[in-house]
């Protein structure tokens, strides 16, 4: 028995056929079992000496199976491998590669400049509270400077689209106490239509509290921050102005000379554009949040993305900005 199915399993070609010569062996029924299930007829001496032969043959089928599957299995993997074998000579398929859209590029870009200079950022919902976007910043219903912004107002009571980043001040000095210092990145939704205004656009809100902030800190961080983007010899115009939620209030332009191509419209007119709008935080916003303006004070400030992606790329039309236009993104490859 021993030297016949060696035999057989050495010539088994499959690993069908060896499990049939496993179950004739090893099986419930199998021949090895038969052999052990007589040993019960036997006497307590011959038990041992046959029990012995008999799982010494037991393990010996056992291992040559064990190790004949394994031969198997090796050689069905090395045919199967053969079979799928890849021409890796083929020229791939191909696609054309994707340019980052300048808007995201510079969003990124000046978000990671604001956290080099140490502020952490924070995000807010683009469907925000009435309260959070126009009352608690100083802007009561009936306001006029209410109609500063064009409103998107949606369905649900007390709710509007965002329609500047400012409300993320409100939502982080709600959450958290002074010293302050973040930006907050993100979409607003204006009705404004033009080629230096888009009904959607990107603001970057910046806020900064702690004892004894001053109007320089402000201009001295504004300043580190254009120079940065548009290097040392930018021309920057720090203009009066007002918002209901700083006191006193700039808006910030930078001088057309940046753009020199043919063409190129975004400076026409006065020769400047304006960019952010910043002041000193207003001591009702202060109230409104429940921080004690006497003993803190700050400064925030409101930029818009697509100016400064235009003024950097010389793009004369904010609407280049939102068409899609392959042959327009494609131009901003490896930026
Ligand atoms: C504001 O939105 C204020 N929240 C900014 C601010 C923040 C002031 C904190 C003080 C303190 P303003 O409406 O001016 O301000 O908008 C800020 C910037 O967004 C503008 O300077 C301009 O660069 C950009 N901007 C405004 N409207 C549009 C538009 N329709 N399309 C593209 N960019 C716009």
New binding site residues.
């Given amino acids: 028995l021993e030297e016949e199915y060696k035999q057989k399993i050495k010539e088994v070609l499959s690993l069908e056929e060896l499990q049939k010569v496993k179950s004739t062996l090893l099986g419930k029924k199998g021949k090895i079992t038969s052999f052990l299930k007589q040993l019960k007829s036997l006497t307590p001496e011959q038990k041992k000496e046959f029990g012995k032969a008999i799982n010494e043959v037991k393990n010996l089928f056992e291992d040559l199976i064990k190790e004949k599957e394994t031969e198997l299995k090796e050689k069905a993997l090395e045919e199967k491998l053969k079979k799928s074998q890849i021409d890796i000579t083929l020229p791939a398929e191909w696609t054309e590669a994707g340019a980052p859209h300048p808007t995201t590029y510079t969003l990124k870009y000046i978000t990671d400049i604001f956290v080099s200079m140490g502020f952490s950022i924070e995000e807010g919902p683009e469907v925000e509270l009435e309260e959070y976007n126009f009352d608690m910043l100083n802007i009561p219903k009936d306001h006029p400077a209410r109609d ?2 064009d409103t998107f107002f949606i369905n649900k009571e007390g709710y509007v689209l965002r ?4 409300p993320v001040q409100i939502r982080t000095m709600l959450k958290k106490k002074p010293p302050l210092a973040v930006v907050a990145p993100g979409k607003v939704y ?1 009705k ?1 239509l033009d080629p ?4 959607m ?1 990107h ?1 970057i ?1 910046g806020l900064f509290v702690d004892k004894n902030v001053s109007f320089r800190d402000l201009k001295g961080i504004l300043k580190i921050f254009l120079e940065t983007v548009f290097g040392k010899d930018i021309p920057i115009r720090f203009r009066p102005s007002y ?1 209901p ?2 006191e006193p ?1 700039a ?1 910030v332009d930078i001088g057309c000379t940046v753009c020199k191509g043919k063409g190129c419209r975004v400076c026409k007119g006065t020769g400047w554009l ?6 000193m935080v207003d001591p009702n916003v202060f109230k409104a949040v429940g921080i004690n303006p006497e003993e803190f004070s700050g400064f ?5 993305i ?2 400064i992606a235009m003024l950097k790329f010389q793009i004369p039309d ?1 609407r280049l900005l939102f068409n899609n236009d392959m042959r327009f993104n494609l131009q901003f490859k490896g930026l």
Avoid: K, V, W
Wanted: aromatic content about 12%; hydrophobic content about 30%; proline content about 3%.
């Fill in positions: 500063m912004q329609t500047h980043t400012s204006r404004d230096t205004h888009s009904p656009f603001q809100e918002f939620f700083t209030s808006e304006e960019i952010l709008g910043c002041g925030a400030f409101g930029l818009g697509e100016r904010i």
